[in-house]
């Protein structure tokens, strides 16, 4: 397995924090020269990770690897790499996409969210699984007590090297929009101001734990784990720290994980679906702040 070079990886990862949209003049831009010159610049030894895994003899394999590899030089230019600016939340409030064909609303809440190697990583995944799954309180309340929703989720989605997110959502009827948004937002308050019972949390950090065997369900998943945690610097063992601070996460860690990474305050809320049918409207939900239209039609070629 051949990880990804990290000019590549750096590469892809900004794309993706300054949300780089693909449309038809960005990929009309590209030329052969242009992907020729950056394979060259970018896909080079000193940049690759190298790993290998199965039922072999080491030495033969080292030996193999000499014959292959062992004269490959990069040409051209590497791509210089910079870190990553701090990647900060440029928008908040409420967007729609205005869909009047749909009988239902497609929902979608969020904020920026943080890495992997956050202190309190562990009580906030331990906090997911208060929110979430068939027994989580967005099922139980939003879904099956207020019936509300078709689907609802919450959950903390961190990435390695920079800030993932936290982001939730779910499908519901067009007139139930915006009670579905207030009963969201409601549990989030929640499991910002009061500490999880004892019977929930340990229900929560059993579920995580049970789930740990899916780290390791073939021998390839965990070569690449292992040289994932070398390219980010993580510690080797970086998945059994984690599961011993589940095991160790009080009431208290998650009431703190939630008060300081979950900020309602920050929330951007994305509608799709049939604005007319929503009663009562989107702008209810904040008076003072403006409701945004968002146009997705894909411009044409040479538009």
Do not use: C
Not at 142 to 168: C, E, K, M, N, T
Not at 237 to 266: C, G, H, K, M, Y
Request: net charge negative.
């Amino acid at each position: 397995m051949i990880l990804p070079p990290a000019s590549f990886v750096s590469w892809s990862t900004e794309l993706t924090a300054l949300r780089r949209i693909i449309e038809y003049a960005t990929v009309d831009a590209i030329d052969r020269d242009a992907i020729e010159q950056f394979y060259r610049a970018s896909i080079r030894p000193e940049q690759t990770i190298l790993g290998i895994v199965g039922d072999f003899d080491s030495a033969g394999m080292k030996r193999l690897i000499e014959q292959h590899f062992g004269a490959w030089q990069g040409s051209g230019t590497p791509l210089a790499v910079a870190p990553l600016p701090p990647v900060e939340q440029a928008k908040m409030g409420l967007f729609t996409v205005d869909q009047p064909q749909l009988t239902q609303s497609y929902i979608q809440i969020g904020h920026l969210g943080g890495q992997l190697n956050y202190p309190d990583h562990a009580a906030l995944n331990v906090m997911n699984e208060v929110l979430n799954g068939f027994g989580g309180r967005l099922f139980n309340e939003v879904r099956s007590r207020q019936g509300l929703a078709y689907s609802v989720y919450a959950f903390w989605a961190p990435r390695y090297d920079y800030p993932g997110l936290f982001i939730g959502g779910g499908e519901t009827q067009s007139a139930a929009t915006v009670p579905f948004i207030r009963s969201v937002e409601a549990e989030l308050q929640r499991i910002r101001t009061e500490p999880v019972p004892n019977e929930e949390l340990a229900q929560a950090k059993d579920s995580v734990l049970n789930s740990f065997v899916f780290n390791f369900q073939s021998p390839d998943q965990t070569l690449a784990r292992l040289i994932r945690n070398e390219y980010y610097d993580y510690p080797a063992d970086f998945i059994f720290q984690f599961q011993e601070q589940v095991q160790a996460t009080t009431a208290e860690d998650v009431l703190s994980a939630a008060q300081a990474r979950l900020s309602p305050d920050q929330l951007v809320i994305l509608v799709v679906g049939n604005q007319a049918e929503i009663q009562p409207p989107l702008s209810s939900l904040a008076p003072n702040q403006t409701v945004t239209s968002i146009d997705v039609t894909i411009p044409k070629p040479g538009a």
